[in-house]
Protein backbone atom coordinates (compact mmCIF):
# COMPACT_ATOMS: atom_id res chain seq x y z
CA UNK A 1 0.00 0.00 0.00
CA UNK A 2 1.30 3.41 -0.60
CA UNK A 3 1.56 5.00 2.51
CA UNK A 4 1.88 8.79 2.27
CA UNK A 5 1.34 9.97 5.92
CA UNK A 6 -1.23 12.02 4.55
CA UNK A 7 -2.56 11.75 8.38
CA UNK A 8 0.12 13.64 9.58
CA UNK A 9 -0.42 16.95 8.26
CA UNK A 10 1.62 19.68 8.43
CA UNK A 11 2.63 20.14 12.48
CA UNK A 12 3.17 23.92 13.71
CA UNK A 13 6.95 23.14 14.53
CA UNK A 14 8.50 24.18 10.96
CA UNK A 15 12.53 25.12 11.14
CA UNK A 16 13.01 26.95 7.95
CA UNK A 17 16.83 25.63 7.92
CA UNK A 18 15.26 22.05 7.80
CA UNK A 19 12.90 23.20 4.59
CA UNK A 20 16.10 24.48 3.40
CA UNK A 21 18.86 21.57 3.83
CA UNK A 22 16.40 19.25 2.75
CA UNK A 23 15.58 21.11 -0.82
CA UNK A 24 18.73 21.82 -1.27
CA UNK A 25 20.07 18.12 -0.17
CA UNK A 26 17.24 16.46 -2.65
CA UNK A 27 18.75 18.57 -5.67
CA UNK A 28 22.19 17.05 -5.66
CA UNK A 29 23.50 14.30 -8.05
CA UNK A 30 23.84 12.08 -5.01
CA UNK A 31 20.66 13.31 -2.62
CA UNK A 32 21.63 14.11 0.66
CA UNK A 33 20.60 15.27 3.60
CA UNK A 34 22.31 15.98 7.05
CA UNK A 35 22.21 13.22 9.89
CA UNK A 36 21.48 16.26 12.51
CA UNK A 37 17.62 16.51 11.48
CA UNK A 38 17.12 12.68 12.44
CA UNK A 39 16.35 14.14 15.78
CA UNK A 40 13.01 15.63 16.25
CA UNK A 41 11.13 14.32 19.19
CA UNK A 42 10.08 10.67 17.91
CA UNK A 43 13.90 10.40 16.23
CA UNK A 44 15.21 10.86 19.98
CA UNK A 45 13.07 8.74 20.91
CA UNK A 46 14.20 5.63 18.48
CA UNK A 47 17.82 6.89 19.25
CA UNK A 48 17.24 6.58 22.84
CA UNK A 49 16.06 2.77 21.61
CA UNK A 50 18.86 1.82 19.56
CA UNK A 51 21.21 2.82 22.37
CA UNK A 52 19.77 -0.38 24.12
CA UNK A 53 19.89 -2.88 21.01
CA UNK A 54 22.09 -6.09 21.74
CA UNK A 55 23.51 -5.17 17.82
CA UNK A 56 24.63 -1.41 19.09
CA UNK A 57 27.63 -1.69 20.86
CA UNK A 58 29.16 1.58 21.34
CA UNK A 59 27.13 2.97 24.42
CA UNK A 60 27.09 -0.31 26.75
CA UNK A 61 30.80 -0.48 25.70
CA UNK A 62 32.02 3.12 26.45
CA UNK A 63 29.62 3.01 29.76
CA UNK A 64 31.59 -0.16 30.44
CA UNK A 65 34.99 1.85 30.25
CA UNK A 66 33.41 4.89 31.70
CA UNK A 67 33.12 2.72 34.89
CA UNK A 68 36.04 1.33 34.81
CA UNK A 69 38.24 4.19 33.92
CA UNK A 70 36.48 7.65 35.26
CA UNK A 71 38.23 7.75 38.36
CA UNK A 72 42.16 7.32 36.48
CA UNK A 73 40.37 10.32 34.30
CA UNK A 74 40.04 12.05 37.56
CA UNK A 75 43.58 11.41 38.72
CA UNK A 76 44.98 12.39 36.17
CA UNK A 77 42.56 15.69 35.62
CA UNK A 78 42.98 16.52 39.13
CA UNK A 79 39.36 17.76 41.09
CA UNK A 80 37.49 20.41 41.03
CA UNK A 81 37.21 21.10 36.92
CA UNK A 82 34.06 22.30 35.57
CA UNK A 83 32.67 19.13 33.45
CA UNK A 84 31.34 21.25 30.09
CA UNK A 85 29.42 18.52 28.29
CA UNK A 86 28.90 18.91 24.56
CA UNK A 87 25.43 17.35 23.01
CA UNK A 88 24.62 16.19 26.53
CA UNK A 89 21.09 14.48 25.65
CA UNK A 90 19.62 12.53 28.65
CA UNK A 91 23.01 13.18 30.01
CA UNK A 92 23.15 8.89 30.38
CA UNK A 93 26.30 8.50 31.29
CA UNK A 94 27.00 11.90 33.19
CA UNK A 95 26.95 10.30 36.43
CA UNK A 96 29.54 7.82 35.88
CA UNK A 97 31.56 10.34 35.18
CA UNK A 98 31.08 13.15 38.06
CA UNK A 99 30.91 10.35 40.39
CA UNK A 100 34.34 9.52 40.09
CA UNK A 101 36.51 12.58 39.54
CA UNK A 102 34.89 15.55 42.15
CA UNK A 103 33.44 18.65 39.62
CA UNK A 104 33.63 21.64 40.67
CA UNK A 105 30.83 22.54 38.67
CA UNK A 106 28.88 20.88 35.62
CA UNK A 107 27.92 22.79 32.53
CA UNK A 108 25.60 20.54 30.25
CA UNK A 109 25.02 22.11 26.74
CA UNK A 110 22.59 20.87 24.02
CA UNK A 111 20.11 22.35 21.32
CA UNK A 112 17.42 20.87 23.00
CA UNK A 113 16.39 22.91 25.43
CA UNK A 114 13.26 20.14 27.18
CA UNK A 115 16.07 17.25 27.11
CA UNK A 116 18.56 20.05 28.84
CA UNK A 117 16.07 20.95 31.78
CA UNK A 118 15.13 16.94 32.24
CA UNK A 119 18.65 15.75 32.42
CA UNK A 120 19.81 19.13 34.77
CA UNK A 121 17.17 18.26 36.52
CA UNK A 122 17.98 14.54 37.42
CA UNK A 123 21.25 14.99 37.56
CA UNK A 124 20.77 17.86 40.42
CA UNK A 125 19.23 15.19 42.64
CA UNK A 126 22.02 12.80 42.00
CA UNK A 127 24.39 15.69 43.18
CA UNK A 128 22.62 17.84 45.52
CA UNK A 129 25.88 19.54 45.80
CA UNK A 130 26.96 20.11 42.73
CA UNK A 131 26.87 23.59 40.30
CA UNK A 132 25.03 22.66 37.84
CA UNK A 133 24.13 25.68 34.72
CA UNK A 134 22.75 24.09 31.26
CA UNK A 135 23.47 26.29 28.40
CA UNK A 136 20.65 25.44 25.20
CA UNK A 137 23.35 26.05 22.45
CA UNK A 138 24.17 24.41 18.94
CA UNK A 139 27.98 23.66 20.46
CA UNK A 140 29.34 23.44 16.99
CA UNK A 141 29.66 27.07 17.50
CA UNK A 142 32.03 28.50 20.23
CA UNK A 143 30.13 29.00 23.06
CA UNK A 144 30.28 31.62 26.27
CA UNK A 145 30.55 29.64 29.25
CA UNK A 146 28.44 30.65 32.77
CA UNK A 147 30.18 32.93 34.93
CA UNK A 148 29.97 30.14 37.59
CA UNK A 149 32.75 27.85 35.90
CA UNK A 150 35.03 30.63 35.80
CA UNK A 151 37.63 30.23 38.40
CA UNK A 152 38.22 26.23 37.58
CA UNK A 153 40.13 24.67 34.57
CA UNK A 154 37.29 22.80 32.39
CA UNK A 155 37.21 18.72 31.14
CA UNK A 156 34.95 18.72 27.83
CA UNK A 157 33.07 15.52 27.82
CA UNK A 158 31.99 14.67 24.41
CA UNK A 159 30.64 10.72 24.58
CA UNK A 160 29.27 8.67 22.32
CA UNK A 161 31.63 8.66 19.01
CA UNK A 162 29.21 11.91 17.94
CA UNK A 163 32.69 13.31 16.07
CA UNK A 164 32.12 10.35 14.18
CA UNK A 165 29.07 11.91 12.54
CA UNK A 166 31.31 14.39 10.91
CA UNK A 167 33.43 14.89 7.82
CA UNK A 168 37.11 15.35 8.88
CA UNK A 169 37.43 19.09 8.01
CA UNK A 170 34.22 19.43 10.20
CA UNK A 171 35.45 17.18 12.85
CA UNK A 172 38.62 19.29 13.39
CA UNK A 173 36.44 22.76 13.17
CA UNK A 174 34.45 21.56 16.25
CA UNK A 175 37.76 20.32 18.03
CA UNK A 176 39.24 23.48 17.75
CA UNK A 177 35.85 25.13 18.87
CA UNK A 178 35.65 23.01 21.74
CA UNK A 179 39.18 24.25 22.86
CA UNK A 180 38.20 27.88 22.22
CA UNK A 181 35.13 27.16 24.63
CA UNK A 182 36.81 25.93 26.98
CA UNK A 183 39.95 28.05 27.44
CA UNK A 184 43.11 27.47 28.36
CA UNK A 185 44.56 24.33 30.58
CA UNK A 186 41.53 22.61 29.43
CA UNK A 187 41.34 18.33 28.80
CA UNK A 188 38.68 16.99 27.06
CA UNK A 189 37.40 12.94 27.27
CA UNK A 190 36.07 12.02 24.24
CA UNK A 191 34.55 8.86 23.30
CA UNK A 192 35.75 7.85 19.15
CA UNK A 193 34.18 3.94 18.15
CA UNK A 194 36.97 2.11 16.38
CA UNK A 195 37.07 0.19 12.83
CA UNK A 196 36.19 -3.27 13.21
CA UNK A 197 34.92 -5.82 11.02
CA UNK A 198 31.96 -5.26 8.93
CA UNK A 199 30.39 -8.30 10.37
CA UNK A 200 29.87 -6.17 13.74
CA UNK A 201 29.25 -2.45 12.28
CA UNK A 202 26.64 -3.27 9.81
CA UNK A 203 24.27 -5.04 12.15
CA UNK A 204 24.57 -2.81 14.53
CA UNK A 205 23.83 0.04 11.71
CA UNK A 206 20.94 -2.85 10.65
CA UNK A 207 19.23 -4.12 13.62
CA UNK A 208 16.93 -7.19 13.60
CA UNK A 209 14.57 -5.54 15.26
CA UNK A 210 13.49 -3.03 12.35
CA UNK A 211 14.74 0.47 14.95
CA UNK A 212 17.75 1.99 12.94
CA UNK A 213 15.56 1.57 10.18
CA UNK A 214 12.55 3.13 11.61
CA UNK A 215 14.79 5.97 12.93
CA UNK A 216 15.99 6.17 9.28
CA UNK A 217 12.76 6.19 7.69
CA UNK A 218 11.45 8.85 10.42
CA UNK A 219 13.39 11.21 8.53
CA UNK A 220 10.59 10.94 5.80
CA UNK A 221 7.92 10.74 7.53
CA UNK A 222 9.21 14.41 9.71
CA UNK A 223 9.17 15.45 6.11
CA UNK A 224 5.97 14.83 5.35
CA UNK A 225 4.89 15.90 9.20
CA UNK A 226 6.50 19.58 9.22
CA UNK A 227 6.88 20.77 5.50
CA UNK A 228 4.05 19.27 4.01
CA UNK A 229 5.42 16.71 1.63
CA UNK A 230 4.13 13.31 0.29
CA UNK A 231 7.13 11.41 0.10
CA UNK A 232 6.12 8.00 -0.32
CA UNK A 233 7.52 6.70 3.12
CA UNK A 234 6.65 2.48 2.23
CA UNK A 235 8.44 2.80 -1.06
CA UNK A 236 11.61 3.50 0.66
CA UNK A 237 14.25 1.15 2.52
CA UNK A 238 16.55 1.45 5.47
CA UNK A 239 20.23 0.53 3.88
CA UNK A 240 23.35 0.75 5.77
CA UNK A 241 26.91 0.19 4.13
CA UNK A 242 30.22 -0.10 5.22
CA UNK A 243 32.87 2.17 2.83
CA UNK A 244 35.84 0.56 3.63
CA UNK A 245 37.70 3.31 2.00
CA UNK A 246 36.54 6.51 4.13
CA UNK A 247 35.84 3.67 6.77
CA UNK A 248 32.79 5.04 7.33
CA UNK A 249 28.97 3.31 7.71
CA UNK A 250 27.24 5.22 5.49
CA UNK A 251 22.96 5.29 5.88
CA UNK A 252 21.12 5.53 3.24
CA UNK A 253 17.05 5.12 2.28
CA UNK A 254 16.83 3.78 -1.03
CA UNK A 255 14.05 4.11 -3.70
CA UNK A 256 12.34 0.07 -4.50
CA UNK A 257 10.69 1.45 -7.21
CA UNK A 258 10.70 4.27 -9.41
CA UNK A 259 9.05 6.86 -7.22
CA UNK A 260 7.62 10.85 -7.55
CA UNK A 261 7.11 13.30 -4.21
CA UNK A 262 6.16 17.33 -3.55
CA UNK A 263 7.95 19.33 -0.99
CA UNK A 264 7.11 22.51 -0.60
CA UNK A 265 6.36 23.12 -3.85
CA UNK A 266 9.58 21.42 -5.35
CA UNK A 267 9.20 18.11 -7.28
CA UNK A 268 11.58 15.43 -7.11
CA UNK A 269 11.55 12.00 -8.73
CA UNK A 270 13.77 8.96 -8.04
CA UNK A 271 14.85 5.81 -10.04
CA UNK A 272 14.57 1.98 -8.60
CA UNK A 273 17.31 1.72 -6.57
CA UNK A 274 18.85 5.44 -6.27
CA UNK A 275 19.68 6.51 -2.44
CA UNK A 276 18.98 9.32 -0.27
CA UNK A 277 22.22 9.83 2.17
CA UNK A 278 21.14 10.25 5.33
CA UNK A 279 24.27 9.57 8.02
CA UNK A 280 28.02 9.21 8.23
CA UNK A 281 29.41 7.15 10.93
CA UNK A 282 32.96 7.63 10.99
CA UNK A 283 35.44 4.90 12.73
CA UNK A 284 38.83 5.55 14.08
CA UNK A 285 42.18 3.53 14.45
CA UNK A 286 44.08 4.13 17.04
CA UNK A 287 46.12 6.43 15.15
CA UNK A 288 43.28 8.46 13.53
CA UNK A 289 41.90 9.32 16.52
CA UNK A 290 45.16 10.77 18.06
CA UNK A 291 45.52 12.09 14.64
CA UNK A 292 42.29 13.71 14.39
CA UNK A 293 42.58 15.13 17.84
CA UNK A 294 45.87 16.88 16.87
CA UNK A 295 44.66 18.51 13.92
CA UNK A 296 42.02 19.88 15.87
CA UNK A 297 44.54 20.97 18.57
CA UNK A 298 44.60 18.27 21.25
CA UNK A 299 47.25 16.57 22.81
CA UNK A 300 46.45 12.96 23.87
CA UNK A 301 47.27 12.33 27.45
CA UNK A 302 45.44 8.68 27.87
CA UNK A 303 43.56 5.97 25.99
CA UNK A 304 41.06 3.43 27.42
CA UNK A 305 39.56 0.54 25.35
CA UNK A 306 37.43 -2.42 26.02
CA UNK A 307 39.07 -6.20 25.24
CA UNK A 308 37.77 -6.69 22.03
CA UNK A 309 38.92 -3.06 20.88
CA UNK A 310 35.36 -1.95 19.93
CA UNK A 311 35.64 1.53 21.21
CA UNK A 312 37.84 4.11 23.01
CA UNK A 313 37.87 6.38 25.08
CA UNK A 314 40.71 9.56 25.13
CA UNK A 315 41.69 11.92 27.51
CA UNK A 316 44.04 14.99 25.67
CA UNK A 317 44.58 18.14 26.77
CA UNK A 318 44.48 21.32 24.63
C1 LIG B 1 24.81 9.71 17.44
N1 LIG B 1 25.71 8.85 16.68
C2 LIG B 1 27.00 8.74 17.32
C3 LIG B 1 25.14 7.56 16.28
C4 LIG B 1 26.18 6.72 15.49
O1 LIG B 1 26.44 5.59 15.90
O2 LIG B 1 26.73 7.23 14.52
C5 LIG B 1 23.89 7.74 15.46
C6 LIG B 1 23.31 6.44 14.96
N2 LIG B 1 22.88 6.23 13.75
C7 LIG B 1 22.41 5.01 13.64
N3 LIG B 1 22.59 4.39 14.79
C8 LIG B 1 23.14 5.29 15.64
Redesign the pocket.
Known amino acids: MLEIDRNDARSTAFDPAFRDDVIAGLSLPQKAIPARWFYDHRGSEL?EE?TRLPE?Y?TRTERALLERHAPEVGRIAGPHRAVVEFGSGSSAKTPLLLGAIDPAAYVPIDISGEFLRESAEALGQAFPALAIQPVEADFTRPIRLPVLVDKHPRLGFFP???I??LQAPAAVDLLRAMAGTLGAGAMLLIGMDRVKSPDVLVPA?DDAQGV?AA?NLNLLHRINRELGGDVPVSLFRHRAIWNDGDARIE?HLEATRDLAFAIDGHDFAMAAGETIHT?N?HKYGPRSARQMLAAGGWTTLAEWTDPQQNFALLLAEA
Do not use: A, L, R, V
Open positions: FIYPGSTGNYTFMES
